[in-house]
């Protein structure tokens, strides 16, 4: 008899005892699977009715969530994104079945719109838009409204800019004013800027255009100058000062944690940002845990970025409950009790006058009495062409 | 005593090499257990031991979503995968026949193709042609086109040496097929088994590529993890790593003891 | 004559039986979205809309201007100094496990990959703090007074070092698996015979081994040629692959029809590189005990 035959007799002779285990151990990987398969089964077939939102992780307040639910008994189910167009293609690859609410800043809820994404908003259904700031909303701000209209496209929440912060004790005074500051040989490998391609050519391009000089001149396309719709040659120009500036950055960021880490720690020196470094950085001064004093430079001399975020209503949503639930989620997120928790938890500034009940030093480390800037920022929009800002970029990203 | 001396050197020295592998690949997994503890989790330095963020995990019910999410597709994924993977490799490796080599192709071709590839054209196609909304069965779909090709390699690297004349001679002594395989082909191949599950989940488990383009409106953690850099990782996400993990040691202890007991020996025949 | 036709008859189905599912997988839910993709490389995007229009723009886009061939070039350098790194290192590993861990082997190797449960976005930020200007590696060096260790910051070294942490388990799970079948005493054998130790592990160890170490090679290799994750963190301004390059057309610009076209690019990239490794695989010298021997 050779080893394998024998080891076959041996197996069939303990067929029972080994019949017996397996069989434990089968059921008790059964019980294990459905455990953790059980949620999105039952997720799949859930009676309660879901309101599903593609939205900015810091958005999501728990306590505000957790009452919203409890109260209007819906299931709160969020999917969250970094980038406009990062979302804005996801709501064009069939998004629209999926999510219910959708968040957009600048000049996004317009596109939106436009591509039959997002239907229009009545604001009277949102009653906690009334103290709002006027700069904010029309007539003033217009960008929530279809183009040459009065019909609504989104409800703004909150409001930002995209200015340098600074290292006061590392940078001259004179040279923090301009965007330049960022292309500067001086602070070789000391600057960080984001990773996010909009972004950087929009805000080369306001430097660009002020340097050829084309930016107060007549745009080809009639319109006042707008940074995400630029000319070949700027666009090429745009390209020659990334590259230069390449040579100088530290890194590109991803993530906020590496802005506040190279920040505080004095590797790096300036970085474009939402504003949130910078507050953080004051507040260490304050405590005397930081020995300089940081500043930001929302609106530098050739002009700056910003954004206002709103909500949509998504074009899937077609039932009259489910709309009001969107309704009353909006509304809901602009009560001064959640604009605070947004200010104070997450640390973005509300576009509704929380000012009441707010710390002086508060009011004055979210610029909230300057809320007039806003007017005055190049609003976030979708580049004008992605297939050329796509191809500038790569060029930076390559050479 | 040259040759003595290189009997104990040789294995002192590539234990070294382990070692050093362990602390390398463990290093960043302790660090975030470490952070899931401090106050600041971007400047976690000195060492304030907290345990808020354990505590607001109780309550947050959007990561407990997400963890449920992700097991769940790692073990569909995974059972999928290893059903499908061991099947193939048996056929492939145990009957001639003149597609074998086709087979063997295809099943590893989802290999070549990059995960981030997989999770766009499943989309596109799931979208544009069958007209499907993202959901959890296209991500675990998607995912097991490619932990099979892992699973596939994986089995086949230890098959490849089974010798299947075991199998013949179960059926010589009057086995049917499905007999011999659960009593003699099973108990020999399932260390290759239980690799390629074991693979295929961890691969599905966290992954962002494949699933992120495919789940709609489904959070996973790997996805929570992505959605929430713009403002910076939350100490939530860490405490979630460092109890998962906690659960991995866990394992890995009890494992380790019943070794110990002898209790189970894992396919060893050693002494 | 009628046995022998009817048992290869039922060796043939079961051969169908066992094969078959797996293979229709593939065909459904891989080949027909790989093939949807190939359609989407002759399209055209404009503004995040895809249209119909047949043309090979983006083959001359991706093929012709040295753009996206230096991100491809990047990743294939990156892709065979990792994976040689990783080569190099797994083995002596995966050798000791297999030889002298006893009965925990299979823990050794479990422990490889208990890592993976914790997510790579999470795993490479941590790496990243760690290796950072201001990292625990620097702030160490820095309390002993030493100055900090500029080659693990932002680029293109501290990417690779990245790229090999998440797939070098890949590697020692494989060779590990094929030296678990593997005849240890046949070194002894040629030992006896004369044979030096590193004489014996070229001539009998590493060619015996090869299945799981060209696969080994494959599992690292194809995973480091479509990297995207890495670079963000650790790869600096300078250090963006084409894995990179290729998802932000798919997740930012909506240049699909471009990316699409890098996409089977790096799709037939992939198929070469099995074709070699498949070539260097000689079934017979490598143990094979399968049918067709």
């Known amino acids: 008899m050779t080893t394998s035959d024998r080891k076959t007799l041996l197996a069939a002779k303990a067929f029972n005892r080994r019949t017996v285990l397996k069989s434990g151990a089968a059921a008790s990987a059964v019980g294990f699977t459905a455990k953790a398969t059980g949620p999105f089964v039952r997720d799949a077939h859930a009676a309660e009715l879901e309101l599903r939102v593609l939205m900015w992780a810091n958005y999501n307040v728990e306590s505000t969530v957790t009452a919203f639910e409890q109260q209007h008994g819906v299931r709160f189910a969020p999917t969250y994104f970094d980038g406009n167009s990062e979302a804005f293609n996801k709501m064009k690859a069939g998004g629209t079945q999926d999510f219910d609410l959708v968040q957009a800043d600048g000049h996004w809820p317009r596109t939106y719109h436009k591509q039959g994404l997002t239907q229009i908003v009545d604001p009277a259904k949102v009653p906690n838009l009334a103290n709002a700031y006027p700069a904010c909303v029309p007539p003033k701000y217009t960008l929530d409204q279809v183009e040459g209209g009065t019909d609504w496209v989104a409800i703004p929440n909150c409001w930002g800019g995209y200015g340098v912060t600074i290292n006061t004790s590392m940078v001259d005074a004179a040279d923090a004013e301009s965007i330049e500051v960022l292309y500067n040989e001086k602070y070789k490998g000391h600057i960080i800027t984001s990773a996010r391609f909009e972004e950087n050519i929009a805000e080369t391009g306001i430097l660009v255009a002020d340097r050829m000089g084309t930016r107060d001149a007549a745009r080809p396309d009639g319109k006042p100058f707008n940074p995400y719709v630029l000319t070949d040659e700027e666009l090429e120009e745009c390209k020659t000062w990334l590259i230069k500036q390449k040579g100088l950055l530290l890194t590109r960021y991803v993530e906020y944690d590496m802005v506040d880490r190279l920040m505080i720690s004095g590797q790096a020196w300036m970085s474009p940002e939402w504003g949130i470094t910078f507050r953080r950085l004051l507040a260490m001064h304050r405590n005397g845990e930081l020995d300089w004093q940081a500043r930001h430079v929302l609106k530098p001399t050739e002009g700056g970025l910003g954004w206002i975020d709103n909500w949509m209503i998504s074009s899937g949503v077609e039932d009259a409950e489910k709309r009001e639930i969107c309704y009353a989620w909006i509304n809901n997120f602009l009560s001064d009790e959640n604009m605070l928790k947004v200010l104070r938890e997450e640390g973005t500034s509300s576009v509704i006058d929380i000012r009441k009940h707010l710390t002086e030093i508060e009011i004055e480390d979210f610029l909230l009495n300057e809320t007039e800037q806003i007017s005055g920022l190049y609003m976030f929009d979708q580049p004008s062409s992605p297939e050329k800002w796509e191809r500038v970029w790569s060029e930076v990203e390559a050479a | ?271 | 004559m009628a046995a022998p036709r009817r048992l290869f008859y039922r060796s043939e189905t079961r051969f169908l039986l066992l094969g078959l599912p797996g293979v229709m997988f593939v065909v459904f839910f891989l080949l027909f979205p790989i093939v949807s993709v190939i359609v989407f490389s002759f399209w055209r995007t404009e503004s995040y809309e895809i249209y119909a229009d047949w043309n090979l723009d983006n083959y001359r886009t991706v093929l012709f201007e040295g753009t996206y061939l230096t991100f491809l070039w990047r990743s294939i350098v990156t892709a065979v100094v990792v994976t040689a790194a990783c080569l190099v290192y797994a083995w002596p590993v995966a050798y000791f496990i297999a030889k002298y861990g006893g009965r925990y082997r299979l823990l050794l190797v479990l422990a490889l990959a208990a890592p993976f449960f914790t997510g790579a976005v999470l795993r490479l930020s941590a790496l990243q703090a760690i290796m950072g200007p201001i990292g625990v590696i620097n702030m160490a060096l820095g309390m002993f007074g030493l100055p900090a260790v500029e080659f693990l910051m932002f680029n293109k070294f501290a990417s690779g070092i990245g790229i090999a942490y998440l797939y070098l388990p890949f590697m020692v799970t494989a060779i590990y698996l094929s030296l678990l079948n593997f005849n240890f005493q046949l070194l002894n054998v040629a030992k006896v015979n004369g044979a030096r130790p590193w004489r014996a592990f070229l001539t009998v160890t590493w060619p015996l081994n090869w299945i799981g170490t060209a696969i080994g090679i494959t599992l690292v290799f194809i995973p480091c040629l479509a990297e995207s994750l890495t670079p963000t963190f650790l790869g600096g301004p300078s250090g963006k692959l084409y894995g990179s390059v290729l998802g932000l057309q798919f997740d930012q610009t909506g240049t699909w029809a471009l990316g699409s076209a890098m996409g089977v690019l790096l799709f037939a990239v992939c198929c070469v590189v099995i074709a070699v490794m498949w070539w260097t695989i000689d079934l017979r010298r490598t143990g094979f005990t399968g049918a067709g021997r």
Do not use: C
């Open chain 2, 1 to 271: 005593m040259a040759r003595r001396v290189d009997r104990w050197l040789t294995p002192v020295a590539l234990g070294t090499m382990l070692g050093l592998l362990y602390v390398f690949l463990f290093a960043p997994v302790i660090y975030l257990v470490y952070t899931s503890f401090a106050r600041d989790t971007t400047w976690p330095f000195p060492w304030n031991p907290n345990v808020k963020a354990y505590l607001n995990l109780i309550n947050l019910r959007a990561y407990q979503e997400a963890l449920w999410n992700s097991l769940g597709i790692g073990l569909w994924t995974a059972l999928i995968s290893m059903a499908l993977s061991a099947m193939g490799s048996i056929a492939v490796l145990k009957y001639r026949h003149r597609w074998r080599g086709w087979f063997s192709i295809v099943l590893i071709s989802p290999m070549f193709v990059a995960e981030l590839l997989i999770g766009i054209s499943t989309l596109i196609f799931n979208r544009k042609v069958l007209g499907l909304p993202g959901n959890v069965g296209s991500a675990v779909i998607a995912n097991a086109v490619h932990g099979m090709s892992f699973g596939f390699l994986i089995m086949l690297a230890q098959l490849v040496r089974y010798d299947w004349r075991l199998d013949d001679a179960a059926m010589v002594f009057g086995a049917n097929p499905w007999r011999t395989f659960w009593h003699v082909t099973a108990p020999n191949i399932w260390p290759a088994m239980l690799g390629a599950f074991v693979i295929t989940f961890l691969l599905a488990f966290n992954n962002l590529e494949i699933s992120f383009y495919n789940l709609g409106a489904v959070p996973t953690l790997p996805s929570l993890a992505w959605g929430s850099l713009r403002y910076g990782l939350e100490a939530e996400l860490f405490a979630l790593a460092a109890l998962v993990n906690g659960v991995v040691f866990l394992a890995f202890v009890v494992i380790y003891v019943l070794m110990r007991l002898g209790i189970v020996r894992f396919g060893y025949r050693g002494i």
